[in-house]
């Protein structure tokens, strides 16, 4: 418990509701003790609070142009509502087209979606603006001054601590990392069903591949701005094995089924897997600590031990089974303990990097680093492009726009006490995507029901005044520290927050919890009625896009990957790039199907179909990086020609696939007759192999090295090909049926 309330006391999001609480609580108790005006600091702390949704973790530069646009969003915007909110017949047109405009920045990006909420968030409290004491232009002017005085602290903790940012994207990186390698341990042995582990690891890896970027980001922009220091070098050698041990757990595909057919008497041999695993998820916990200062590094060597059972387990399987007949599943044994292996010492590389940095000369840059940031498209074109019913960016706007209307009018009629909470609530709750406006609106309602009922009972056994502003305080801070994190515990803590601002200043604190509560839930309610009827976009009807973005993705790698067998040596930077677009895509994919099923069951056509595409675009990933990354680390002899043939194949039926998703003609099949001829080329080349290997054996011979070295990489490479032609296969026969 202790520790976990230190992590929480370390953590990001703790520092930057630290430093937002500050921000807001500065202004105002300067203005009320040395110049007796608090409408004058809370201008200022309202410019603090607008700007704090666009500071998100990312490089210096982005952070400071994304701060700057969203104070002069909020400015124009509150001088606009302030200036026409008296008049209903200009503030109703107003309204439309500023929900609009300003909700519509967001196809930009995640970062212009910040923006836009500053400016939603600016637009709703411009219409509780009711001083006598400053003009408007004075309150805009003064909101402006919150801004840039809130820039300046965040730019200036950033400056003062760079390595906070750092330090915390590594320690949930590592996390995230080692809790998706103890699952693919978990997958090894489970026998039953591994459907619930696949979709926790499809979740993962969207979370990771969003992470991946935002360090790319913060660590590869700093060395582009700011030079090659030693620690930009420790960090990026960190992130470089990090991303490497993340790549290699895909890569290592597993036939789970082969495995259980090979494997299901001798189960004992994968157990002692699943324990290397799980101790390698162990060590990337360990580092995570130590980067928090939790835990002393400390370097062991018990995984040599498990090495050696492991050793042993095999040659007991290759003695029980007989060498000809067990020479398949040791193979497969073998490379899988490679595998492991290579894991290892990338963990051990980490701790190497942590306990001794003295030679930072040995350490080079990532080459052509600028190409792997993700870059930020601010065309304008954008906006002229998905001005569209068929847009999502578009549909919201026009979504948003029609809710906060009706929201605004329910407010009205109602006479309500604090009727713009109705539209705040609609602001922070409403998304693109059914689903997340669902489950927000869900963790809206609780959150602040539980907020009302705590705060009530406090307002019951205590009317102090002292007591109610350090529970505004600390509600304040921990609040937004949650709000990322659990959305319903950070809506019940801003809920009291709230609650006890107005408690010290309101004569009938239970009449404001009473509307508190009402404009909630009319708020969430209109935000949920609302993405369901007006121009939802169900996943169901997009999916094809990003199965499409997947398999495009697919076919740049693999000829990537084909070129790399050809030229031999490191790997290229648009090796690099395919694999990393590839990426991307399935976690973009993943993340709309985790969308999809949490949408009403009536809008979810075609699911189970969808997840048998999910669970082969995963699993093609793995294939097709398994063999870049044997291609990648091991010595490999001449291109045969089946090879290409295969190849040829696969890439023809992703093309296929790709046709059928944008409903294109499909080309005409490949024949199978060069492709049955590769396949029998391949199976009697192993098989020559494993005679020669046999002869050797016989006459007591060491295996040769022209055999050592050709026997796995025939065996590999053509089960991979096999493979990935199978997967592409079943691609195009899926496809057809969504």
């Known amino acids: 418990m202790v520790k976990k309330l230190i992590r929480y006391l370390k953590s990001i999001y703790f520092i930057k509701a630290v430093l937002i609480a500050f921000a807001m609580a500065i202004p105002v108790l300067v203005s009320i003790y040395f110049f007796n005006s608090p409408e004058v600091g809370f201008s200022i702390a309202l410019g603090a609070i607008f700007c704090a949704p666009s500071d998100i973790n990312g490089s210096l530069k982005h952070k400071f142009y994304g701060i700057i646009a969203s104070i002069v969003l909020v400015f124009v915007i509150t001088l606009l509502v302030g200036y026409f909110s008296s008049s209903l017949i200009l503030i109703i ?150 991303i490497e041990i993340y ?29 290397l695993i799980f101790e390698i998820s162990e060590r990337l916990m360990h580092i ?33 089974v007989g060498i000809q007949e067990s020479r398949e599943g040791v193979i497969l044994l073998l490379n899988f303990k490679a595998y492991q292996e290579k894991q290892l010492n990338n963990v051990q590389d980490i701790f190497r990097i942590l306990n001794n940095y003295s030679k930072n000369d040995t350490i080079r840059g990532i080459k052509d680093a600028e190409q792997f940031i993700t870059p930020q498209d601010y065309d304008f074109r954008k906006l002229k492009s998905n001005f569209s019913f068929k847009a999502p960016i578009f549909r ?11 929201g605004y009018i329910v407010g009205l009629t109602l006479e309500l006490q604090q009727p713009y909470w109705i539209l705040l609530t609609i602001v922070v709750i409403m998304r693109p995507s059914y689903s997340l406006t669902k489950e927000r609106s869900k963790s809206r309602v609780v959150g602040t029901l539980i907020g009302a009922a705590v705060g009530i ?39 009291l927050y709230v609650i006890f601002m107005y408690a010290t200043i309101h004569p009938n604190i239970l009449t404001v919890i009473e509307f508190r509560v009402y404009d909630t839930l009319i708020g969430a309610m209109l935000a949920f009625i609302g993405n369901y009827l007006f121009w939802p976009a169900w996943e169901a009807k997009s999916i094809k ?128 007759d060069d492709l049955l001829n590769a396949k029998k080329n391949y199976i009697d080349n192993f098989q020559s192999l494993s005679s020669q290997r046999d002869v050797e054996i016989e006459k007591g011979l060491p295996i040769s090295k022209e055999t050592k070295e050709q026997l796995p990489e025939t065996q590999l490479v053509f089960e991979e090909l096999r493979w990935l032609y199978n997967l592409s296969d079943n691609l195009v026969k899926k496809v057809k049926q969504i």
Not at 468 to 483: H, N, P, Q, R
Not at 603 to 619: G, S
Request: hydrophobic content about 45%; aromatic content about 10%; some cysteine.
């Open 288 to 320: 995570s600590k130590v980067i928090l200062k939790e835990e002393k590094l400390e370097i062991n060597n018990t995984y040599k031990v498990l090495l050696k059972k492991i050793h042993n387990h095999i040659e007991i399987y290759k003695v029980n």
């Open 93 to 242: 047109p107003l309204l439309i087209v500023l929900v609009f405009t300003v909700s519509y920045i967001s196809v930009f990006g995640f970062r212009a979606s910040l923006v836009s909420l500053a400016g939603l968030l600016s637009l709703v409290l411009a219409f509780a603006y009711q001083s006598v004491e400053i003009s408007i232009l004075q309150h805009s002017l003064f909101i402006v001054l919150g801004g840039i005085w809130y820039l300046f602290l965040t730019i200036s903790t950033q400056l003062l601590w760079p390595q906070v940012q750092t330090d915390y994207l590594f320690v949930e990186l590592l996390e995230k990392t080692s809790e998706f390698i103890r699952i693919r341990g978990k997958l090894l042995v489970e026998q039953h069903d591994r459907s619930k582990l696949l979709e926790q690891n499809f979740k993962l890896q969207t979370e990771l591949n969003e992470l991946h970027e935002t360090i790319r980001e913060v660590i590869l922009e700093k060395r582009l701005s700011s030079g090659f220091s030693n620690r930009i070098r420790r960090q990026q050698l960190i992130f470089s094995k990090i």
């Open 247 to 275: 790549e290699l757990a895909i890569s290592n595909t597993v036939d789970y089924n082969k495995f259980d057919d090979l494997f299901n008497e001798h189960i004992e041999k994968l157990d002692e897997f699943k324990v």
């Open 457 to 495: 009972g406090i307002i019951l056994l205590t009317q102090n005044i002292v007591v109610y502003i350090l529970i505004a305080s600390l509600s304040l801070i921990i609040g937004f520290s949650l709000v990322k994190q659990n959305y319903r515990n950070g809506a019940a803590f801003i809920t």
């Open 545 to 672: 896009e990003f199965f499409s973005n997947s398999l495009n993705g697919f076919s740049d790698y693999l000829k990537q990957i084909d070129n790399l067998y050809h030229v031999k040596g490191e790997a290229s930077t648009e090796l690099k790039l395919a694999r990393k677009e590839a990426f991307l895509q399935v976690g973009n994919l993943n993340a709309a199907y985790q969308r999809l099923v949490q949408e009403p069951k009536s809008k979810q056509k075609n699911v189970a179909t969808i997840y048998e595409l999910i669970t082969i675009c995963n699993t093609y990933l793995s294939a097709l990086s398994s063999l870049g990354m044997f291609f990648r680390t091991n010595k490999t002899g001449e291109v045969p020609v089946q090879f290409e043939v295969f190849v040829k194949h696969i890439l023809s039926n992703l093309e296929n696939a790709i046709n059928v998703l944008n409903n294109k003609d499909v080309e005409s099949y490949l024949k199978n």
């Open 396 to 406: 919201h706007s026009l979504r948003l726009t029609l809710t906060m209307l009706i």
